[in-house]
């Protein structure tokens, strides 16, 4: 398919997190607590129709494959 964009697309972490995403070209999404983390990675995830990827540090990347 042409013209498919892929890559990671979005970072949704923490605010504590900040210092572990600096950089990248990827937008980055600030949540207030664990709950608001999980939602805002699924409604991400479904707006961009990317795969939700946990990185196991309390940040997840969401991922054009």
């Known amino acids: ?3 498919k964009e892929e890559g990671i697309v979005a970072v ?3 605010k504590e997190n900040a210092h572990k995403v600096e950089g990248g070209r990827a937008s ?3 949540a207030e607590n664990e ?3 999980e939602y805002l990675t699924m ?3 479904r707006i961009t129709t990317a795969m939700a ?3 196991g540090n309390g940040v ?3 991922v054009k494959h």
């Open 28 to 30: 980055v999404f600030y």
């Open 60 to 62: 997840y990347i969401l």
């Open 43 to 45: 409604l991400l995830s």
């Open 1 to 3: 398919m042409e013209g």
């Open 53 to 55: 990827h946990n990185l």
């Open 35 to 37: 709950e608001e983390l």
């Open 12 to 14: 949704v972490t923490l």
